[in-house]
């Protein structure tokens, strides 16, 4: 049902009923007897998994054997299904599968027509903005690219978002396979030729696990946008990169959460 080897690929199955099951190991070399005296040592030691089973650990092979959890992760992202069960899958499990104690998350989806920007914020004529909400998780795609006159372009993705109290604590996180950048804002105007001169961009973070924090005092309307870092993945020539933004509205404010600042 499963095998590994000596090099560090363990060998790992979740038998789905109670009972005698077996393990074996056996050499893959030549020249070595113990009835020489050129015996060859080994230690095997065989480990009762928690309840996610290798979905909590990275692997070379598509998907997990807690299959409900694999699913749950799968659903949102098909790349771990479809490719490897990297860290990203990783990190998505244990957000997101009870057997971790994590909870399935509010998705929206950004669902952006590829080649079109719907969403691009300042860098658009005239500005535009998508939504997402405290508490939700959008999953959407972005990349960047140098173009045939050596200049880079970049999808980077837009969205406002409302505080209804004052002194509401916001954290943006966002986790993509490549580096990108989350970047929460004070609202732009709306005119394309002052929108990026009076934006202000109060917290940044970045995709390897580095949130965007801030504390706005004021109820109302702000946003985030997310921009890649990288560059030779666009979606219309199949080499997307795929994202999850969430924004969290944090109880303790900013004390749960480490920053670069006092206090």
């Not at 038998?15 to 040592?41: I, L, N, W």
């Not at 924090?213 to 993945?233: M, N, S």
Request: charged share 25%; aromatic share 10%.
């Amino acid at each position: 049902v499963a095998s590994g080897d000596s090099a560090g690929d363990p060998a790992v199955y979740c038998f789905p009923e109670a009972g005698e099951y077996g393990v074996f190991v056996a050499p893959t070399f030549v020249d070595m007897s113990t009835c020489q005296g050129r015996e060859h040592k080994y230690v095997l030691t065989l480990e009762n998994l928690d309840q996610c089973g290798t979905c909590l650990t990275e692997n070379s092979a598509p998907g997990c054997a807690n299959k409900s959890c694999e699913s749950t992760v799968c659903e949102l992202d098909k790349s771990c299904c479809d490719d490897i069960w990297d860290d990203i899958c990783v990190q998505k499990a244990k957000l997101w599968c009870k057997c971790a104690g994590g909870e399935t998350p509010d998705v929206v989806f950004e669902e952006e027509p590829c080649g079109k920007d719907i969403n691009g914020g300042c860098t658009i004529d005239p500005p535009a903005f998508g939504n997402i909400e405290l508490g939700e998780t959008l999953l959407g795609e972005y990349g960047a690219v140098f173009n045939v006159d050596d200049i880079y372009e970049q999808d980077s993705d837009w969205f406002l978002f409302n505080t209804k109290k004052d002194d509401t604590c916001v954290e943006a996180v966002l986790t993509s396979r490549e580096l990108g950048e989350v970047v929460l804002f004070e609202k732009a105007t709306l005119e394309f030729d002052t929108c990026k001169k009076d934006l202000l961009n109060v917290a940044s973070g970045e995709s390897g696990g580095k949130a965007a924090v801030y504390c706005f005092a004021d109820a109302g309307e702000y946003g985030v946008f997310i921009a890649p870092l990288f560059q030779d993945k666009t979606p219309c020539e199949g080499k997307v990169d795929t994202y999850t933004l969430t924004l969290n509205g944090l109880k303790c404010g900013t004390c749960f959460v480490e920053h670069d600042s006092p206090g």
